[in-house]
């Protein structure tokens, strides 16, 4: 167990239609991260938030955005959904910021089990 | 584009054999993590290598890292059926996003 948890666990969709996914971090980590996988294939960087403010963005689209709420939960967002959207979604916490020890280093992230969404 | 690349892309042994797996990645970096991902569900943090350390070890697990030649292995001593996952290298050339390879899948057969 991770501590991080993520809803809904599955979800179907329609082409078009818009899709709120979230998640909820450890208590005490600043940083959230969302990746996308794929079947078949590594995750995917989409975004990351540090003390709600975005932190960074991979290779998406704008219709992919994101919110991090005071109270260590976070949403993804994705608007007008398309076919190749179909994959599962993770979140992943961190500490962020200066870590001691860490200093301009990666501190570990802590997965969610994901959010399986198909688009139909 | 994917930072980290696996090799083999998928594993098969028995029960007791030992699991080697090979990352390579492109950009210098200061460290380099590995995952286990189960069934398609989160991904669990294994081992964190440093740019300054050449070999680590945590439990079975025996982690090298060659920056010369931008390659890290994993080592999984006495595998177990519960070692049957995907296994993914993980670096962050850009501050604290991972870039993940596209993984090895290993079965170990009881």
């Known amino acids: 167990e991770t501590g991080v948890t993520q809803s809904p666990t599955h979800l179907i969709k329609t082409r078009g239609q818009q899709v709120t996914l979230r998640c909820s971090s450890q208590?005490?980590?600043?940083?959230v991260s969302w990746y996308q996988q794929a079947l078949g294939q590594g995750p995917q960087f989409i975004f990351q938030?540090?003390?709600?403010?975005?932190?960074g963005r991979g290779n998406f689209p704008p219709r992919f955005s994101g919110l991090q709420f005071p109270n260590y939960s976070s949403e993804l967002n994705v608007n007008a959904l398309e076919l190749d959207d179909s994959a599962l979604y993770l979140c992943?916490?961190?500490?962020?910021?200066?870590?001691?020890?860490?200093?301009?280093?990666?501190?570990?992230?802590?997965f969610g089990p994901g959010t399986r969404l198909t688009v139909l | 584009s994917q930072q980290g690349e696996e090799d083999p892309q998928a594993l098969s042994i028995q029960e007791g054999e030992n699991a080697t797996m090979n990352c390579s990645y492109k950009?210098?970096?200061?460290?380099l993590q590995w995952y286990r991902q189960n069934s398609g569900r989160g991904l669990v943090h294994l081992i964190l290598?440093?740019?300054?350390?050449r070999e680590k070890h945590s439990g079975r697990l025996r982690v090298t890292l060659d920056t010369s030649k931008k390659s890290s292995s994993l080592l999984i001593t006495a595998s177990r059926a519960a070692d049957t996952a995907s296994y993914f290298c993980?670096?962050?050339?850009?501050?604290?996003?991972?870039?993940f390879g596209a993984g090895t899948i290993l079965r170990v057969k009881s």
């Open positions: 992943a916490s961190s500490l962020g910021g200066l870590v001691p020890g860490l200093a301009g280093e990666t501190d570990t992230q802590y």
């Open positions: 208590s005490g980590h600043n940083t």
């Open positions: 938030y540090y003390r709600e403010e975005e932190n």
């Open positions: 950009t210098s970096i200061n460290n």
């Open positions: 290598i440093r740019s300054n350390e």
């Open positions: 993980a670096t962050a050339p850009d501050g604290n996003k991972l870039v």
